[in-house]
């Protein structure tokens, strides 16, 4: 199992900034490409930002210029930096990841891919 573990969520002002954190751990081989997706109230889950392990970025256009995805491959860990943050950014910011992870006994990779529990993001006056 490889679980992700997000922090940083919070309530910010219009033109705020904040910066997320997600943490992969378990019995990772290799991580392939990581992400940040979100969830307004009575909308569905939309990608917000990915990168994977070659370090190229893809940002939906709604965040471009004001989002900021990267890594840290060896801590397991993805950020996100979002500034110039507007109400409409509202919403449960989600963790993605997916590679290979290694069975208990050690002999065989298996792909996997998961989802951080969420971490709430406000913006608001």
């Known amino acids: 199992q490889v679980q992700l573990v997000e922090s940083g969520g919070g309530l910010v002002q219009p033109g705020g900034s904040l910066r997320l954190s997600c943490l992969a751990s378990?019995?990772?081989?290799?991580?392939?490409?990581m992400g940040w997706y979100r969830q307004a109230p009575g909308m569905q889950r939309e990608l917000v930002a990915t990168i994977p392990s070659d370090g190229s970025t893809y940002y939906a256009d709604s965040v471009k210029g004001r989002f900021t995805i990267s890594r840290d491959n060896a801590k397991n860990t993805v950020y996100l930096q979002m500034n110039s943050l507007k109400p409409e950014d509202t919403a449960v910011y989600y963790c993605?990841?997916?590679?290979?992870?290694?069975?208990?006994?050690?002999?065989?990779?298996?792909?996997?891919?998961?989802w951080g529990q969420g971490t709430q993001v406000t913006v608001s006056s």
């Open positions: 993605n990841a997916n590679g290979l992870r290694v069975n208990d006994l050690r002999n065989k990779y298996i792909f996997f891919e998961s």
């Open positions: 378990g019995n990772i081989f290799r991580i392939n490409v």
